[in-house]
């Protein structure tokens, strides 16, 4: 069997959800670090990989890539716990990846990636406050279905859980007060809790285990 690549910018919280996922389900793969803040996702190269320019990319054998991490998180969990089997479980695991694509991650990652990757926040202060509310729009969203559920789909932990967690729980470097949502707090630590968890830049370890399979 082909070691699964995973072609990753280690600060991305769209390529944290395939690590995660891949390490909680035990599954050895080579992560390849692509520097997107120096232009290696505009390569000849890497656009023959993936047209849209963006990471995570997983080569699954040679020459076969999925973009796309959401997909990329489908794909991997068909067939197993983290995406239920029931028809109407697996739409809703669906409802909210694709609201954490459109209504979440271009307000909560972007402000991150703007005032702690790029360290640029006052350079973009403007387009940063007009994210603010509907950043806090989604997180509402959430904290009002947390109130009421231990995961967000089934009472179990999912991909759907894996998907909002990746840039929820690093909102603040975004700028965004989680202190205002006990219920999300209380989910991170939940999710936190579970089997195999890595932190979001933990590569060392992730070697270690890789190199074990």
């Given amino acids: 069997m082909e070691t699964l690549k995973l072609y990753d910018f280690l600060p991305s919280g769209n390529g944290y959800k395939i690590r995660l996922l891949l390490t909680q389900m035990g599954m050895p793969f080579e992560r390849i670090e692509i520097n997107i803040l120096k232009g290696e996702t505009r390569t000849p190269e890497f ?14 054998e040679p020459g076969k890539y999925l973009a796309e991490s959401n997909a990329i998180l489908v794909y991997l ?10 028809r109407f479980l697996r739409a809703q695991v669906l409802q909210w990846l694709f609201f954490e694509q459109y209504s979440h991650e271009p307000y909560i990652a972007t402000s991150r990636f703007w005032i702690s990757i790029l360290g640029k926040a006052e350079e973009y202060r403007v387009a940063i406050e007009q994210k603010r509310e509907p950043g806090y729009a989604a997180l509402k969203v959430m904290e009002n279905h947390l109130s009421k559920h231990t995961f967000f789909v089934g009472e179990r932990y999912t991909i759907a859980d894996i998907a909002l967690f990746a840039y929820t729980h690093v909102a603040d470097e975004g700028g965004f007060d989680l202190t205002k949502f006990p219920a999300i707090q209380a989910w991170i630590e939940r999710v936190k809790a579970q089997p195999s968890y890595i932190s979001i830049t933990q590569e060392k370890f992730m070697n270690y285990c890789y190199n074990l399979g």
């Fill in 47 to 60: 656009l023959s990989k993936n047209p849209n320019g963006k990471i995570p990319v997983l080569e699954i």
């Fill in 77 to 86: 969990s068909e067939g197993t716990e983290f995406l239920p089997y029931d």
